[in-house]
């Protein structure tokens, strides 16, 4: 009782609202409109006014009702029209038949949409259900829409009678259930790929923080799923999701429960996801709360409110709507300037269009008759734009549910002309619910060059236009196309967008940022704290030896090892080769140095050689002074080995050439030392050694140990020999070049060696050092050893612990440091008499020498 009430109510607030004459008289001559033109009749229910809610009171008690003409929906009313007199004139597509059609209007309640079904079946006199009062029922099929849920009540009902229907709201996968919604079609495009188009607009502006509101429900539901599915895939963070109550009385009620969330959300992008049923209650509240600063996605017209007088100006300027693609009817804007009233004069609601937009006035005793009109005025010329002569969505899928009615119908009539010959138009009878075998296999091309399929197994995935719309006072709006979206454009072209047409959000000058976090530039990574979602974390500057060249990037990247990173670690520069080469200045003193001890070695010799038959120089051997001076001077030479780029022959060369000649230059003083204990001993009283000395048996060791050495270089070199390698990690921003020794074992082993010898020579001439000797020989001996020994025992540590030339020069230091340690100590004395006390370097001095000695 209190429904039929309620809408009692409402069609006289219609009546009071749209009309300005004697309301009494012209509400009691309100009827259902009922159009009759031709045979075969196509009804339509469409809600033609759109129901308003007006009130800030939190009771819903002291709501105030309004109904407003919907020009939106009324233009779906003038496709269907369109659609059927382009019919009648084809003489192709039925050609003996002509469609005419009745129109219905439905408002958003359950009741008075079953009320206007069972008028239309029953007859506008007797409201008796399941009878009619109609001579004949030419119906053949129905179209409803635009709101899935007054298609889903209708279908309920008209499943009963088995009359097609066709829906031409959005596509609504409730009611694509064939087992509850038999004989319902839907004309519109799938949505699968709408989605994927949001979230590929969502990355062209690098937004991944959003807030998502959707209607209640199975829908609702399966939206979040689709979406938060694709933007997991994409990275895109959610701030918050609102599933809102469809019913109007229900957004009144929790009003006050979402602005907290939408209005505090730091996410400036908002998806509103929703169909028309939906929108229709977010707009009571959406009256009520002023959002600006946010940029809204949309994926529906929205013409239930964004043309309404009562929309808040700011609250979507700039908003970006997702509509099915479709080609332009060239000739429906020339039917819209011949639309009257006078050519269409049973038209109850075009009467009151007309009446409404051109201050016109009705007869005295007919409220369908106009009087004072605006002479020569059409649809086109109505004020603030309330009249759009471009096919909406809904009009367009209209038009096409037109077309397959009548393409199903010929193809039927055909189909029974082939069965039994038919004399004339009247014998053609048929029932409506023989048209389903038609329409579930309809494929057709409209006039507008678009496939229209009807099957929902074969239907395409729609492509999409993307308006920017341009809000004004008074309900005046502009939607203009700044880009497409196709699902089936080449990979990461399916988005095209023309950035510089888009009018953005009030107060934003430029395009706005919606994100969690600011962007990790170059040389950080993102970093997540723990409980964060993906979107919102901290910027962490990229570990030693990593680069992050790019924003946003999760983790840094190691540079190549050829590759080191520069100070703001954001790129790979290529290291440089680095060895000990001449034009360093650590190789300059080092080349230098060698040079003039090898100088200094040879001018030694030199004086040797000179002065060979005075006593300082034959003593201990002179022959073993000649070798070490020769050895040490290829000593100080043979640094030259580890200086400059390395190559196979250096490396080779380096170690085994200094083993071998130090191996020579400390045996010749290990023989050296031991000449001069046999002297020491042959001079003895009683000794019979006197043979070894004779046969100058200390000659011997020299090439002995030489040799040994030689078969320990040659094994290195046969088994595992020094090669040419490089290091790029010991230094930051160098290759070190470098020998590699190649056997670690036969290295150390020839080390080794050469140190036991060191020592062996060391011990021999330490404990030979107070020997009695004319020149003091043993001493010089000791003291050479002593340096030599101390500069390797040196050399070890810090050899290990230094990288790259810093390490050869190390060994080249210590090559010239133990080599002039023994050129000093065991020569320098004795150039010191030769060249300066030449005196001491004679036979009588020598005997001066041994009487003082003697003496003391």
């Avoid at 084809?90 to 129109?103: A, E, F, R, T």
């Amino acid at each position: 009782m209190m429904l039929v009430l309620l809408s009692m109510f409402l069609v006289l607030q219609y009546s009071s609202y749209v009309y300005s004459l004697d309301r009494s008289y012209c509400a009691a001559k309100t009827k259902p409109s009922v159009y009759k033109d031709g045979e075969m009749v196509v009804a339509a229910f469409f809600p033609l006014f759109t129901i308003i809610l007006d009130s800030m009171a939190e009771d819903p008690r002291n709501m105030t009702y309004y109904i407003q003409l919907n020009s939106k929906n009324y233009q779906i009313v003038l496709a269907m029209v369109f659609a059927i007199e382009e019919i009648n004139q084809n003489p192709h597509l039925l050609p003996n038949v002509s469609l005419g059609y009745d129109i219905y209007n439905v408002l958003f309640t359950e009741w008075w949409t079953l009320d206007r079904c069972i008028t239309w079946l029953s007859g506008p006199k007797k409201y008796v259900p399941n009878y009619t009062c109609r001579r004949e029922m030419k119906s053949v099929a129905v179209l409803t829409g635009v709101s899935g849920i007054i298609s889903s009540h209708i279908a309920t009902l008209l499943e009963l009678y088995k009359y097609p229907q066709l829906a031409i709201g959005s596509f609504d996968l409730n009611l694509n259930n064939h087992d509850q919604f038999p004989d319902l079609y839907q004309m519109a495009s799938k949505d699968t790929s709408l989605p994927h188009g949001i979230v590929s607009l969502l990355n062209y502006f690098h937004w991944n923080w959003v807030g998502l509101i959707v209607s209640e429900g199975q829908k609702g539901v399966e939206i979040i799923s689709d979406l938060g599915a694709e933007m997991d895939k994409n990275r895109i963070c959610v701030d918050f999701v609102e599933m809102l109550p469809v019913s109007e009385v229900s957004y009144l009620a929790s009003r006050q429960l979402i602005p907290t969330r939408l209005l505090k959300s730091s996410a400036n992008v908002i998806i509103a996801y929703g169909d028309s049923d939906f929108l229709r209650g977010f707009l009571f509240y959406l009256k009520h709360s002023l959002v600006t600063m946010k940029v809204w996605i949309m994926n529906s017209e929205w013409d239930v409110f964004l043309h309404s007088k009562h929309f808040i100006l700011q609250s979507f300027h700039g908003s970006l709507i997702f509509t099915h693609h479709h080609k332009e009817i060239s000739d429906f804007k020339n039917f819209i300037q011949t639309v009257h009233p006078s050519k269409y004069p049973e038209d109850f609601y075009l009467t009151r269009f007309w009446f409404y937009f051109f201050n016109c006035s009705f007869a005295d005793d007919d409220c369908n008759t106009l009087e004072n009109c605006v002479p020569n005025v059409s649809l086109l010329e109505s004020p603030k734009n309330s009249f759009d002569v471009v096919m909406s969505e809904y009009a367009y899928n209209t038009y096409n549910a037109v077309y397959a009615v009548a393409h199903s119908l010929h193809e039927m009539l055909f189909h029974q002309v082939e069965v039994k010959p038919i004399r004339k138009a009247e014998d053609l009878i048929f029932s409506s619910w023989q048209l389903h075998p038609f329409l579930k296999n309809m494929q057709f091309t409209n006039p507008a060059g678009e496939q229209v399929i009807l099957d929902e197994k074969m239907k395409l995935n729609a492509d999409y236009d993307i308006l920017n719309y341009w809000n004004f006072p008074e309900g005046l709006g502009l939607k203009v196309k700044v880009g497409q979206f196709s699902p089936y454009g080449p990979l990461g072209q399916q988005l095209s967008l023309s950035e510089d047409m888009i009018e953005w959000a009030t107060e934003i000058a430029e395009i706005p940022q919606s994100v969690c976090s600011e962007s990790c530039g170059p040389g950080f990574r993102k970093s997540l704290p723990e409980g964060s979602v993906a979107c919102c974390f901290v910027c962490t500057p990229c570990p030693e030896n990593e680069i992050s060249n790019e924003t946003d990037m999760d983790q840094c990247v190691k540079c190549p090892d050829h590759q080191y990173v520069n100070t703001e670690r954001n790129h790979c520069l290529e290291k440089s080769m680095a060895f000990l080469d001449y034009d360093d200045p650590l190789g300059i003193g080092l080349s230098c140095t060698a040079l003039c001890f090898s100088a200094l070695s040879a001018l030694v010799l030199g004086i040797f050689v000179k002065k060979q038959d005075t006593p300082i120089v034959k003593a201990n051997n002179r022959t073993l002074s000649y070798i070490l001076l020769i050895t040490l001077n290829f000593c100080f030479l043979c640094s030259f080995l580890f200086i400059g780029h390395p190559n196979t022959a250096t490396c080779i060369l380096q170690q085994t050439t200094f083993g071998v000649l130090f191996t020579v230059a400390v045996s010749t003083v290990l023989a050296k030392t031991i000449t001069v204990v046999l002297a020491y001993k042959v001079t003895a009283p009683g000794r019979r050694i006197r043979w070894l000395l004779v046969t100058r048996a200390p000659n011997f060791i020299v090439p002995i140990c030489t040799l040994i050495q030689i078969i320990l270089c040659g094994v290195w070199l046969g088994k595992s020999p020094p090669f040419i390698d490089t290091d790029a990690l010991s230094e930051h921003e160098h290759i070190i070049v470098l020998c590699n020794k190649g056997s670690v074992t036969a290295f150390y082993c020839m080390l080794g060696y050469l140190g036991a010898l060191a020592l062996g020579s060391f011990i021999v001439a330490f404990l030979a050092r107070n020997l009695p000797d004319t020149f003091n020989e043993a001493k010089f001996l000791t003291f050479s050893m002593l340096v030599f020994c101390s500069v390797w025992v040196t050399f070890l540590p810090v050899y290990h612990s230094t990288k790259g030339k810093v390490m050869v020069a190390v060994e080249v230091f210590s090559i010239l440091a133990s080599s002039a340690g023994l050129l000093g100590c065991i020569f320098a004395p004795k150039c010191y008499i030769i060249l300066l006390r030449p005196q001491r370097n004679s036979i009588q001095g020598l005997r001066d020498k041994i009487h003082y000695r003697y003496k003391a």
